[in-house]
């Protein structure tokens, strides 16, 4: 009878919990399903199941750092000793064991992991409470779950340790805790056996109640929507930003101004984040004390729509006339921290859930600039510019090309398309006069090897991607069509360029407006294959000590890191050096998003950069990127080291170790 009891009181008590929990996602449900389309989401589903299996059991972004091996081992821990709380369970309510239940192979696994959770826990307190690491916070959910889980196998312990104790059952090396716990409770009567087991069991079960209530309720609803999150994430580049339909003239507004605006996977975002921080501690707004936190964006997001969307929704359902949406620029967002954003991928290299942050930026930055046409001054001058003549800086469109004028450059109108390659310039090194002499290099390095190119001079427009990153979608798509109509006028079919910037959007981008070329490269791409080939061979030596700068839209963008190292790797006498932030964690130089045009308030993002390329005693700081360039020049003055340190691209160090032709050697 005791049992039937027991039975019947756990099984109304599970439902409930079940309910409750069943209920909360279904809620969240209805707001993502209430969001945005997004029907990118669902294609290539052997990639996406595949995704699962590596980031999602496998932890593989968890574990890109130390500290998640405390999480590798809760989550593990937690999906081994579900086999062994089934057993538990069943066992205290029909005193009846699964054949697994104790066998001593299994009782050693669960004890193993049990140990590794408690450990992972002691860690993970430790880290939060007493460490207290910038990217966490001390908050009392945090330890009210990490207090749950220990509650968990400690109830665990103690009801199975008397169990044995009772039945007398020494489980030995299979299980040294449980044998350890059921040697202290031997000599307590049968009597009090019976009443600790039922005691830790029901503190255990109820435990485990509340814990399913909370989850979805609490930051733990990770749990759920990472998994999703891994599932559904971008398997296109992740320079691709997303297009939006400027044709549709049912659609008369363009962005994020109210949080439904937002796609359902954007909104997925917010419950799938951990507020782990990683993303707030490599964020170079952040370290530089700008108003923005690409963690705290997720979660102001997540709260705004827990807090708004469920008025929302009853009211849409009900059919309201008079109902007007709440901004998200009422409380939630400010414009400050959406412009201090340099779209430089840092927040999304160290996520382990798979967050999106810089398309949500995107999207916020569209509705100020194309729906309430709000910019800063200088964002608008760099949109007037760009407007009237094709570049930032607004200098005529006629100089384009001044930076080859003593040079034997053709342009594809003087050899009527007849060119294989096209040199696409762009405007830093057309017209800022230090990066021209990047431009001048790499044409050099391009007649040494015999390379038929051709560049568009006066023809060449704007990439366009200063206009997309800054939130003007129709000034972008303008561009495009434009660059699009040239190339195809010449027949283009392959592209080099020295800009990252164009690189990534020619590559990415440009095939959602029907332009997808046979071949785009990157400078140093197509330098490292001269090199392979032996077209190209460095011969004077340069005896510097070289480190050098990963540009965020050749490395996190498009996965270019090892071109540029083999390129100075080859030059004889370098001596290359990495600096702390290097590769997919390497620091922004802060030109990215448009920040090289915009007033940066705070710390200087390009003065903290060059402070740790000087950190590392080299003599020069290689770049890949025009805007790069010129960012750690600025930096390197800032912090009075000019003349200790130089700064050069890539190409520029090659271009002074090889035999040039006499026609090129006349150009400094």
């Given at each position: 009878m005791w049992y039937v009891i027991q039975g019947i009181v756990f099984a109304v008590l599970m439902l409930g919990a079940l309910y409750s929990f069943g209920i909360a996602i279904y809620n969240r449900y209805k707001l993502l399903k209430a969001a945005a389309p997004d029907p990118?989401?669902?294609?290539?589903?052997?990639?996406?199941a595949w995704n699962f299996v590596k980031y999602v059991l496998g932890q593989r972004k968890v574990i890109a750092e130390p500290s998640g091996l405390a999480h590798f081992f809760i989550f593990w821990g937690f999906l081994v000793l579900v086999f062994g709380d089934l057993d538990f369970i069943v066992y205290h309510l029909t005193h009846w064991h699964f054949p697994w239940?104790?066998?001593?192979?299994?009782?050693?696994?669960?004890?193993?992991?049990?140990?590794?959770?408690?450990?992972?826990?002691?860690?993970?307190?430790?880290?939060?409470y007493a460490i207290q690491p910038m990217r966490i916070d001390q908050g009392f959910e945090g330890g009210l779950i990490l207090s749950f889980i220990a509650l968990i196998v400690l109830t665990y312990w103690v009801a199975t340790g008397a169990d044995m104790a009772k039945e007398g059952v020494h489980p030995g090396w299979a299980a040294p805790v449980l044998n350890w716990v059921s040697t202290v409770f031997a000599h307590v009567s049968p009597a009090g056996l019976t009443a600790i087991s039922e005691v830790a069991f029901w503190i255990h079960v109820l435990t485990i109640m509340v814990f399913l209530m909370v989850i979805?309720?609490?930051?733990?609803?990770?749990?759920?929507?990472?998994?999703f999150n891994w599932y559904f994430r971008r398997l296109d580049s992740p320079g691709k930003?997303?297009?939006?339909?400027?044709?549709?003239?049912?659609?008369?507004?363009?962005?994020?101004?109210?949080?439904?605006?937002?796609?359902?996977?954007?909104?997925?975002?917010?419950?799938?984040?951990?507020?782990?921080?990683?993303c707030h501690i490599n964020c170079p707004a952040t370290l530089s004390g700008k108003p923005l936190s690409p963690k705290y964006l997720i979660l102001k997001m997540k709260d705004h729509v827990n807090e708004v969307g469920p008025g929302m929704l009853a009211k849409m359902a009900a059919g309201a006339e008079d109902y007007e949406p709440e901004s998200v620029w009422a409380n939630t967002f400010s414009e400050e921290e959406v412009w201090a954003c340099t779209t430089c991928r840092a927040c999304e290299e160290a996520c382990p859930v798979a967050n999106e942050h810089v398309q949500d930026i995107i999207d916020l930055r569209r509705w100020l600039v194309l729906t309430e046409g709000k910019a800063s001054p200088e964002v608008n001058k760099v949109f007037q510019n760009l407007e009237r003549q094709s570049n930032e800086w607004g200098i005529t469109r006629k100089e384009?090309?001044?930076?080859?004028?003593?040079?034997?450059?053709?342009?594809?109108?003087?050899?009527?398309?007849?060119?294989?390659?096209?040199?696409?310039?762009g405007t830093a090194a057309s017209y800022d006069q230090r990066a021209q002499k990047i431009a001048q290099s790499f044409a050099k390095v391009l007649l040494a090897a015999g390379v038929n190119f051709a560049i568009l001079g006066a023809e060449e427009e704007s990439d366009g991607d200063s206009a997309r990153r800054?939130?003007?979608?129709?000034?972008?798509?303008?561009?495009?069509?434009?660059?699009?109509?040239?190339?195809?006028?010449y027949g283009v079919k392959k592209i080099i360029t020295t800009d990252p910037h164009a690189f990534n959007t020619f590559k990415n981008e440009y095939p959602d407006f029907g332009y997808e070329a046979e071949e785009v490269w990157h400078s140093t791409q197509f330098v490292a294959?001269?090199?392979?080939?032996?077209?190209?061979?460095?011969t004077k030596p340069l005896d510097e000590v070289i480190t050098y700068h990963d540009s965020c839209y050749l490395g996190r963008y498009n996965d270019i890191y090892d071109a540029p190292r083999y390129i100075l790797e080859s030059i004889p006498g370098v001596k290359l050096v990495e600096m702390e932030r290097s590769r997919n964690k390497s620091m922004c130089c802060g030109a990215g998003g448009g920040g090289m045009f915009k007033e940066?308030?705070?710390?200087?993002?390009?003065?903290?950069?060059?402070?740790?390329?000087?950190d590392t005693g080299a003599s020069i700081v290689g770049t890949a990127c025009p805007y790069c360039m010129n960012m750690l020049i600025d930096g390197t003055k800032a912090n009075g080291k000019e003349e200790e340190m130089s700064t050069f691209d890539v190409i520029e160090l090659l271009a002074m170790s090889i035999e040039l032709p006499q026609e090129a050697e006349q150009v400094s």
């Open positions: 990118s989401r669902t294609d290539r589903r052997g990639e996406r239940g104790m066998a001593p192979a299994y009782l050693f696994i669960e004890e193993m992991f049990s140990l590794l959770v408690i450990t992972a826990l002691i860690i993970a307190a430790i880290r939060r979805p309720r609490s930051k733990h609803s990770h749990m759920i929507g990472s998994m930003l997303r297009k939006l339909d400027l044709e549709d003239e049912s659609i008369e507004e363009f962005g994020v101004g109210k949080v439904f605006d937002f796609t359902w996977k954007q909104l997925l975002d917010g419950y799938a984040c951990t507020e782990c921080g990683r384009r090309a001044a930076w080859a004028k003593d040079l034997p450059v053709q342009t594809m109108a003087e050899v009527d398309g007849e060119a294989e390659y096209l040199f696409f310039v800054l939130g003007n979608e129709f000034l972008y798509q303008d561009f495009v069509q434009r660059n699009i109509e040239v190339f195809n006028t294959k001269l090199l392979q080939e032996g077209k190209v061979k460095p940066e308030t705070g710390t200087r993002i390009n003065v903290m950069r060059a402070k740790q390329a000087i």
